[in-house]
C-alpha cells in the first residue's frame, strides 16, 4: 500500500515532468485547438490560411506565427503548466494507490488488467474535475486568434480565470466538463493500463530489462494508443470550451458530425 510520502514524491516527479512536457509541446497542442476549432461551413472564406493550404500541423503552425507572431504558439502555456500540474500530478499519483484499492492490496504482478483500467478511469475522472477551469481558460486563450469568430479579451489566464468568473459565474469554469471528464477517462485509461500492460509485455521478451529503453517503448505505445482512442471526443470538448453557442454535448457532438463529417 502507496504511504503518504511516496504518494507525495509521486505527484510532485508527475507534475514537474508534465509540466515540462507541456513548455515542449504546446506549439503543437495551440495549433491542435486551432484545427479541432475549425467548422466546414464557415463561409465565405476559411478561417485561417492554413486551412486553405490544407489544413495540417505544420502548416497551422506557420501560419499562426507568421500572422499573429511566435509567441502566440505558447498563449496557454500558463493555464497549461496549471493544469499539467493538478491533472499531471493527481492522475498518475493516485494511480497505484486506487489500483491497490481496487484489488486490495495484491502484488502489482497479480493485477488484472480490468483492475488497472478502472483505477486509471478513477484517477482521470477526479483529476480532470479539479484541472477543469485551467483546461478551459488555456483552450480559451489557445483560441483567441485572428480567424477565430469568437473575440475575448484577456490579457492573461488570471485575468482570464477572473474575467469568466465575473462575466459568466464560477459555473462556467466547469464548461465542457463532460466531454473532458470523458476524454481524459478515456485517454487516462488507455495510456496507463496499457503502459502497464506493454511494459509487463517487453519484460517478459529476451533481453528486456526494467530500464529506460522498456519504459520509453511502452510509453511512446501507450500514447499512440491514447490519442487515437480519445481524439473524437477531444475534439468536441475543445469545441464547447472555445465556443459557448453549444447547449450541451450531445449538441456539440450532433453538430460536428452534421457539418463536419
Known sequence: MATASSFT??????????????????????AKVRLQLQRKTQLPA????????????LATIMCI???????????????????QFLYGGLRIGLYEPVKAFFVGGAAVGDVSLLSKILAALTTGVIA??????????????????????????YSGALNAYATIIRQEGIGALWTGLGPNVARNAIINAAELASYDQFKQMFLKLPGFTDNVFTHLLAGLGAGFLAVCIGSPVDVVKSRMMGDSTYRSTLDCFAKTLKNDV
Not at 480532470?128 to 479579451?153: E, H, M, Y
Open 9 to 30: 514524491a509521486i505527484f510532485f516527479s508527475s507534475a514537474f515532468a508534465a509540466c515540462f512536457a507541456e513548455v515542449c509541446t504546446i506549439p503543437l497542442d495551440t
Open 128 to 153: 480532470i474535475v479539479v484541472a477543469n477551469p485551467t483546461d478551459l481558460v488555456k483552450v480559451r486563450l489557445q483560441a483567441d486568434g485572428k480567424a477565430n469568430t469568437v473575440k475575448r479579451s
Open 65 to 83: 506565427a507568421r500572422e499573429e507572431g511566435v509567441a502566440a504558439l505558447w498563449k496557454g502555456v500558463v493555464p497549461g503548466l496549471h493544469r
Open 46 to 57: 476559411p478561417p485561417t490560411a492554413a486551412a486553405a493550404a490544407g489544413g495540417g500541423m
